[in-house]
């Protein structure tokens, strides 16, 4: 299958998605999150898939939503549905591999929610990572509000949600937002190994010990998916 705005390739076991927005730092545009949408409804059926790498064409990971396609909504709720209808992160959450995220730059706004919404995340030594919807004027409706805290603790959660503050890898790696940090020539490198690891040990363990991991810390992350606006009609 191919995709407008993603490369996909598979190779020993592991599929590689790229975001291919490049000129946009890979902002989460419509057809990006349907696409993305696509990619991970399809992935966590197929049997010889055992892991799954995320990552970014050129200089970031992923900016966030598209600023660009903003519009104001017809109404709340006609744009909540609409969102609905786009969210990927649920066909995410679906998936049975473990999914790694690899940081290659900035990773803001959706862009750090996709990260947290992998398993692991290795960064770049270059990338930036914030949750900077406030500066917008939203929350980050997009799974961060219970994700930030569950990896770094409320307090220092709260501190970064509500400033919206960009903060450098190994900021991230000291709070445990990431797992490693490695030279930004590296990443790619570094990743392979740790997912060649993961898949040389016996596949049905490593997919229960995620599933397990996963049910039992993160059994309400549902309820951040609320978007950018959670009214009752
Ligand atoms: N949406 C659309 N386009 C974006 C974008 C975004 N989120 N981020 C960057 N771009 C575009 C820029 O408009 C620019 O395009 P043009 O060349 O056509 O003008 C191109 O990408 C390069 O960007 P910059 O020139 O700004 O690059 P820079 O190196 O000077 O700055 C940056 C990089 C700090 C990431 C800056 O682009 C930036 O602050 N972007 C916005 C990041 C952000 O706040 N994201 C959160 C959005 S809210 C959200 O994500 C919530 C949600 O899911 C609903």
Known sequence: MTYETLLVERRDHVAYVTLNRPAALNALSTNLRQDLKQFFTTIQAAQDVRLIVVTGAGRAFCAGADIKEWTEPASIVEDREARGRLDFREAMRRCPQPIIAAINGYALGGGCELAMGCDLRLASDRA???????????????????????????????????????????????????????????????????????????????????????????????????????LDP
Do not use: C
Not at 152 to 168: C, D, M, N, V
Not at 184 to 198: G, K, P, S
Not at 200 to 207: D, E, F, G, T, Y
């Open 128 to 230: 930036q990572l914030g949750l900077t919807e406030v500066t917008l004027g939203i929350i980050p409706g997009g799974g961060g509000t219970q994700w930030l805290p569950r990896l770094i603790g409320r307090g220092k959660a709260l501190e970064l949600i509500l400033t919206g503050r960009r903060i450098e890898a190994q900021e991230a790696l000291r709070l445990g937002l990431v797992e490693q940090v490695v030279p930004h020539e590296h990443l790619m490198q570094a990743v392979e190994e740790l997912a060649q690891t993961i898949t040389s040990r016996a596949p049905l363990a490593v997919k229960y010990a995620k599933e397990a991991i996963v049910r039992g810390l993160d059994n309400t992350s549902g309820v951040a998916l609320v978007e950018v606006f959670d």
